[in-house]
């Protein structure tokens, strides 16, 4: 239930920004995937694929850095709960037709909150090393297409993206 008329639940009755009160949700299962892209250079998209980028292993280092940006959601989103995530995916993958990379973050979690935006962070903070590793070379490069293609758990139940 939203706490404001505007339906937005990160404000009270007010209109002033406030963390929602979880406290009476009930703990389940909670799971979400995000998806988004780097569109790319076809010359860059050959140096990945090569794995010749001179800062090394540009898709593992961004899924480490996917994962550890679920982790830090809360921290870098102001009225985000801390979660104990139990479980972090995220797979990059090459994509000739962009060119460029496809991102699929997947959180899960059992908790009285979901995780759609830890799997958002996620695909962003993995998106951003891909630009950071390869910008060097290719300073035009694209992120979009970042949204919640799933989620499943709590009151709201199940989304899938259409």
Do not use: W
Not at 45 to 59: C, E, M, P
Not at 130 to 151: L, P, Q, S, T
């Amino acid at each position: 239930m939203a706490d404001h008329a505007s339906g937005l639940t990160h404000f009270d009755a007010k209109g002033e920004a406030h963390m929602v009160d979880v406290s009476d949700k009930a703990v389940t299962s909670r799971i979400a995937t995000a998806t988004g892209h780097v569109k790319m250079a076809q010359a860059t998209f050959d140096i990945i694929d090569k794995g010749q980028a001179k800062k090394g292993d540009v898709l593992a280092v961004a899924q480490l850095a996917g994962i550890m940006g679920a982790k830090q959601c809360a921290t870098l989103i102001p009225l985000c709960h801390p979660l104990p995530i139990t479980k972090v995916s995220v797979d990059l993958t090459l994509d000739k037709a962009l060119p460029g990379v496809e991102i699929t973050a997947t959180v899960k979690t059992t908790g009285q909150t979901g995780v759609e935006m830890e799997a958002l962070t996620a695909v962003n903070v993995a998106a951003l090393t891909v630009y950071d590793m390869c910008k060097a070379v290719d300073k035009a490069m694209e992120i979009g297409g970042i949204r919640v293609v799933f989620k499943d758990g709590g009151k709201s139940g199940r989304y899938e993206a259409k």
